[in-house]
């Protein structure tokens, strides 16, 4: 969703049953779906999103979780839930 080679990757991973790719370090959070496969983004974990204050990190991680029929990825920032995809 955010590479400049975006296509060249995809033409890469195109044929291989990959059901999603999850990206770090971009700065926001994000989602698109080309035919079955799931593209997703996660902010870093550097950035400072919840503060003016630029040297308090308010402690942003991301869980995944993973079931037989599901995909759920949610990011927090301080607690608060800022990204929440369920697939």
Same mark, same amino acid.
Do not use: M
């Given at each position: 969703?955010? =590479? #400049?080679?975006?296509?060249?990757?995809?033409?890469?991973? *195109?044929?291989?049953? +990959?059901?999603?790719?999850?990206?770090g370090h971009i700065h926001?959070?994000?989602?698109?779906?080309?035919?079955?496969?799931?593209?997703?983004?996660?902010?870093? =974990? #550097?950035?400072?999103?919840?503060?003016?204050?630029?040297? *308090?990190?308010?402690? +942003?991680?991301?869980?995944?979780?993973?079931?037989?029929?599901?995909?759920t990825l949610?990011?927090?920032?301080?607690?608060?839930?800022?990204?929440?995809?369920?697939?």
């Amino acid at each position: 969703t955010a =590479f #400049t080679n975006g296509p060249q990757a995809w033409r890469l991973i *195109h044929d291989l049953p +990959i059901l999603a790719v999850v990206s770090g370090h971009i700065h926001w959070a994000g989602y698109s779906r080309v035919d079955q496969t799931h593209l997703i983004t996660l902010p870093s =974990f #550097t950035e400072n999103i919840a503060s003016n204050n630029s040297h *308090h990190n308010p402690g +942003i991680y991301s869980t995944l979780e993973l079931g037989a029929t599901y995909l759920t990825l949610k990011s927090f920032s301080n607690g608060y839930c800022f990204f929440n995809l369920q697939l």
